[in-house]
């Protein structure tokens, strides 16, 4: 059975650092890609990035591009998204999604179970 | 690639059909059959329902259908269910970067 299981959720500080995780398991973690939906309260879905494990190729969304940094551990299969200096408006739920890269249009046939990140002084 | 466009919210009565569009441009939707569509329960992850315009994953009950005509996508439930009330999102995937729909909020009466 093919699982996307996220780290817990996180209370930070405007300014701090934090790195979240997303291990996948019942594939083959180096055969797929592996990235990154926001979503703000209340709000919509948000592209962030997406990386191939395989050859950690990481295209970003030019809107997180410069803001969080995508990387992958491929002998523990996890997946991270990453922040240097935490703002206020990071408060959202973070999705770690997978593609096939062999459907057409990015679709993200696996979500993970999301990760609450509130970022309040 | 620019947003794309859905309609805040979409209603129907049990058993009605409705149906929830998605618009983008000739550059993109109009172009491209790289639409895919995601429902999501309150509090919960959301769900791959279509792929590819209109192919359904494996699972996804063929209530759900899709389409695409010029630069709208359309996703319409048939035999409409209290479970099928959700958030419902198109994107549109090409070139490494996803864009998103707004979503749509769909109330069953």
């Known amino acids: 059975e093919v699982q996307l299981v996220q780290s817990g959720g996180e209370v930070k500080k405007p300014g701090e650092s934090l790195k979240i995780s997303c291990k996948g398991s019942g594939y083959t973690f180096t055969n797929y890609w592996i990235g990154w939906v926001r979503q703000m309260p209340g709000k919509g879905l948000e592209w962030m990035g997406i990386?191939?494990?395989?050859?950690?190729?990481?295209p970003y969304s030019p809107s997180f591009q410069g803001q969080v940094t995508i990387s992958a551990d491929k002998s523990i299969s996890t997946a991270y998204l990453q922040w240097s200096s935490l703002k206020a408006s990071d408060t959202a739920i973070y999705y770690c999604?997978?593609?096939?890269?062999?459907?057409?249009?990015?679709?993200?046939?696996?979500w993970g179970q999301g990760t609450l990140v509130t970022v309040s002084s | 690639q620019s947003a794309l466009t859905q309609p805040a919210s979409v209603s129907g009565s049990p058993g009605q059909s409705i149906t929830i569009s998605c618009t983008g441009t000739s550059s993109d939707v109009g172009t491209y059959n790289l639409v895919s569509w995601y429902q999501q329960h309150p509090g919960k992850a959301p769900k791959l329902m279509i792929y590819e315009v209109s192919k359904r994953p494996s699972g996804v009950s063929d209530r759900f259908s899709a389409s695409k005509s010029g630069n709208t996508a359309s996703l319409t439930i048939s035999g409409l269910q209290a479970e099928d009330e959700a958030d419902y999102y198109c994107s549109f995937g090409f070139d490494r970067s996803v864009v998103f729909g707004g979503g749509t909020k769909v109330t069953v009466l």
């Open positions: 999604v997978r593609h096939n890269p062999q459907s057409r249009g990015w679709p993200f046939d696996y």
């Open positions: 990386i191939y494990p395989g050859d950690s190729d990481t």
